[in-house]
């Protein structure tokens, strides 16, 4: 199947920076969008950035401060991260849009465990 791995989250003082990475495995035929939401304690999951067919979108939480990013050769997707603030506090998780090879031709959603990123002094 497939897997997406996350790393970079931390602890990080606001105004600091991080940078998020994830990486796509397995019987991967094509990968459409990859992007990243988030989960804070308490509220719903939001969409951070998205990276697809060259267009990015950002939450307007995040415009001016994040930078998403791809490698698709590597089947990979980044977000730097700067300017961060406590409420940007959230476990991140990585979003990829995928088909597989053999089976149908749809692409399903896929998404990764999480990575927490905590904002505070």
């Known amino acids: 199947q497939v897997q997406l791995a996350e790393s970079g989250g931390g602890l990080v003082q606001p105004g600091g920076s991080l940078r998020l990475s994830c990486a796509a495995s397995g019987s991967i035929f094509s990968i459409n969008a990859m992007g990243w939401y988030r989960q804070a304690p308490g509220k719903q999951r939001e969409l951070v950035a998205l990276?697809?067919?060259?267009?990015?979108t950002y939450a307007d939480s995040v415009k001016g401060r994040f930078i998403i990013s791809r490698d698709n050769a590597k089947n990979m997707v980044y977000l730097q991260m700067n300017s961060l603030k406590p409420e940007d506090t959230a476990v991140y998780h990585c979003?990829?849009?995928?088909?597989?090879?053999?089976?149908?031709?749809?692409?399903?959603?896929?998404w990764g465990q999480g990575t927490q990123v905590t904002v505070s002094s």
């Open positions: 990276f697809t067919s060259g267009i990015r």
């Open positions: 979003y990829a849009e995928i088909r597989l090879y053999g089976g149908t031709q749809r692409y399903g959603d896929y």
